[in-house]
Structure formats: structure tokens, C-alpha cells
């Protein structure tokens, strides 16, 4: 947020404590030192300190800044929605490593292309909301325990996983195994192995279109960086 003719106010994701927004002085200046690595997207290295009533950021140096993800708009508009979860969902004022290498993971990825948006994109939604409190329930089915079945269904209000013999009516969407197997992958798998399994485009699609509603429902918030990225789709 820019503040009088070149000072900024930024918000940053950071180790150790959480969301925080601080005050740049002449960070939009063009000969200034901060102003690549105070940028959108941007991984930098801070000084900071506290004042009264505010964090003041007094030198700032980029590690990353993802320049790939300026060439594509797809990427890029994907990108500043996992930021806006980042700055929604991650801890403020309290340690959030996790959520961090969560957020580069996912920029590195999408930068270098080695998985599709749209993993990525629904990936990082179910994994946010797991880390959260937000964790769904996909062990087995909710009434049975039947651990899986040809067709599953899955409850988006209230986080639960269903047989396709034990569904209650007009209360759950039908999914595919492979859907509920990625599911259970991305929540219960370590970091480093997050991003690591395959399904077909249409399953990807189920995918995605799932944990996107899920979180939506469960947050009860709009974004419209998402509602942009969707409407790159409909061009």
C-alpha cells in the first residue's frame, strides 16, 4: 500500500513471526534499495524492528523473485491468490515456518513449471486449510469406516468422507477414489513430498474444483484474486 509520494507499507509472510506489515521509507523510489525486494512475490531478506505501535522495516535484500511467474498470467494471477491465503490463513505475530515453505514451495514450482497450475492451485488449498485446523476427515467413511469404495463422497460443510453405500441424500458430491487418494496424500504426506502424485486431467479438474469449495465453504470468505484466475478460463 503506497503512503505519501514514496514510502510503501508492505506485508510480509515470515519464519519465525507469522503475517506482519511494516512501514518502508522511500520504498518506491527508483534508485531505492528496497524497492526489488519489497515487490509483489517477492522472498527477501528484512531488517526489522518494532515501534510503538508498528514494525518499521529499515533494509531489505531479495533472495527470489520469481520472475517467471510475470510472464504467464495464469501463473501470475494464481500466484497472487496463494498469497492472499498466505496473509489470511498463516499465523500472525507467531511462528509460521511451515506455512512459509508451504507458500515458496508452491511459487518454485509454479515458477519452473514442473507441475500444472492447477495441481499446484489444489494442492496448496487442502494442504492451507489442513495446517489450519481445517483438516477434513478422510480416513473412511463417516458411517461405516469403509476405508474405500469405487465412488466416494465427500461433505463439504462438515469436513466428512462417505461410501457410496452410507452418503446421505443431496448432502455430499460425488468424487472418484483417485480424488480422495490425492486427498488423503496431501494431507497426511510429509512437505517434501506434497506435490508428488499424478492423476488425469479430469480427475485434476474434480480435484481442484473440490478443494477450491471446500475452502470457500469452510472459510466463508471471497477472493477475488480466485475469482480472477477462474476468469481467465472463460475468455
Do not use: W
Not at 124 to 147: D, F, K, Q, S, W
Amino acid at each position: 500500500m503506497s503512503v505519501g509520494e514514496s514510502d510503501t507499507i508492505i506485508t510480509v509472510l515470515t519464519r519465525d513471526y507469522g503475517v506482519i506489515r511494516g512501514f518502508v521509507r522511500g520504498a518506491r523510489k527508483i534508485k531505492s534499495n528496497y524497492l526489488s525486494a519489497t515487490q509483489p512475490l517477492c522472498y527477501s531478506r528484512f531488517s526489522v524492528f518494532r515501534g510503538r505501535d508498528k514494525y518499521i522495516f529499515d533494509e531489505a535484500e531479495p533472495i527470489e523473485v520469481f520472475f517467471n511467474l510475470r510472464k504467464d498470467i495464469e501463473k501470475l494471477a494464481l500466484a497472487q491468490y496463494l498469497c492472499d491465503l498466505a496473509r489470511d490463513l498463516a499465523p500472525q505475530e507467531d511462528s509460521a515456518e511451515s506455512f512459509l515453505r508451504l507458500l515458496l514451495n508452491s511459487l518454485h514450482l509454479l515458477s519452473t513449471g514442473k507441475y500444472e497450475p492447477l495441481h499446484i492451485k489444489a494442492t496448496y488449498e487442502m494442504r492451507v486449510m489442513a495446517m489450519t485446523g481445517y483438516m477434513p476427515n478422510l480416513v473412511a467413511c463417516e458411517n461405516c469406516g469403509e476405508y474405500e469404495t469405487d465412488e466416494m463422497y465427500f461433505d463439504f460443510q462438515h469436513a466428512l468422507l462417505y461410501c457410496e453405500n452410507c452418503v446421505p441424500k443431496n448432502q455430499a458430491r460425488k468424487t472418484t477414489l483417485g480424488v480422495v487418494t490425492a486427498m488423503r496424500h496431501i494431507v497426511f504426506s510429509e512437505l517434501d513430498k506434497l506435490f508428488a502424485f499424478t492423476l488425469n486431467e479430469e480427475n485434476m479438474k474434480e480435484l481442484s474444483y473440490v478443494c477450491e469449495n471446500y475452502l470457500l465453504i469452510q472459510t466463508q470468505h471471497k477472493y477475488k484474486t480466485l475469482d480472477f484466475y477462474n476468469s481467465l478460463f472463460k475468455i
